[in-house]
């Protein structure tokens, strides 16, 4: 955002990068819409959205292995990583395609990565009620994750936003709520992930040491 070199749909002259009136997509462009060059900004949202694609996947891979115990969380998980690491994958070429230069293909990978996340938060959050190695808070915290994304685009294809707020800023503001709240749902999971594997390793020193 602060290497955007400035600009909104709206107003071609507005200076720098707007929280309400730019979208993400707008750091991607390679050009700004005064037609001037936006090659760091680009570049920059480029290399961080590789590095989500990234992060995500790996995060998918590895939580599969705390739903191994029951056939049916199995199964669920499995589903569960293959749409997320496939969701992940989108994201990272949603930052390689630029916005400007092929606006439709991007617009399609954007709304396809949004409709992709929500069913890994879904699917996890009731295998999380299934099983008994995480806590029911991290069930719930999918779930109020998944309300952002979905409550966003209730509001765009509904028309509903018309009564509280003009679309460009539902779009501008909505897309960076959306990443933040994935982002801190996924650290979240994360960390009472590593919990759990912390407490389990405890539970068998202990049991060994009893033996």
Same mark, same amino acid.
């Given at each position: 955002?602060k290497?955007?070199?400035?600009g909104?749909?709206?107003?071609?002259y507005?200076?720098?990068?707007s929280?309400l009136y730019?979208?993400?997509?707008?750091?991607?462009?390679v050009r700004?819409?005064?037609l001037?060059s936006?090659?760091?900004?680009?570049y &920059?949202?480029?290399?961080?959205?590789?590095?989500v694609?990234?992060?995500?996947?790996?995060?998918?891979i590895?939580?599969i292995?705390y739903?191994?115990?029951?056939?049916?969380?199995k199964w669920?998980s499995i589903i569960?990583?293959?749409?997320g690491?496939f969701?992940?994958n989108?994201v990272?070429w949603?930052?390689?395609i630029?916005?400007?230069?092929q606006t439709d293909?991007h617009?399609?990978?954007?709304?396809?990565?949004?409709g992709?996340?929500?069913?890994?938060?879904?699917l996890y959050s009731?295998?999380?009620?299934?099983?008994?190695k995480l806590?029911?808070?991290?069930a719930w915290?999918?779930i109020?994750?998944?309300?952002?994304?979905i409550?966003y &685009?209730l509001?765009i294809?509904?028309g509903l936003y018309?009564?509280?707020? =003009?679309?460009?800023?539902l779009q501008?503001a909505? =897309?960076k709520?959306i990443?933040?709240?994935m982002?801190l749902?996924?650290?979240i999971?994360?960390i009472g992930?590593?919990?759990?594997?912390?407490k389990?390793e405890?539970k068998?020193e202990?049991?060994?040491?009893?033996?």
């Open positions: 955002m290497f955007y070199a400035g909104t749909r709206d107003n071609f507005a200076e720098g990068y929280f730019n979208y993400l997509s707008d750091l991607g462009r700004t819409y005064l001037e936006n090659h760091v900004s680009r &920059l949202f480029g290399a961080s959205l590789i590095v694609g990234v992060a995500l996947t790996i995060f998918y590895f939580i292995e739903f191994w115990e029951k056939k049916s969380t669920i569960a990583s293959i749409i690491i969701s992940a989108v990272t949603i930052g390689i630029p916005y400007d230069l293909t617009h399609i990978l954007v709304y396809l990565s949004m992709c996340s929500l069913l890994p938060l879904i009731a295998a999380i009620f299934i099983t008994r806590s029911r808070f991290y915290i999918f109020f994750t998944s309300i952002v994304p409550t &685009l509001l294809y509904t018309r009564y509280f707020m =003009q679309k460009t800023t501008g909505g =897309q709520i990443i933040y709240a982002t749902c996924v650290f999971i994360s992930c590593l919990r759990s594997s912390y389990l405890k068998d202990l049991l060994t040491s009893t033996d």
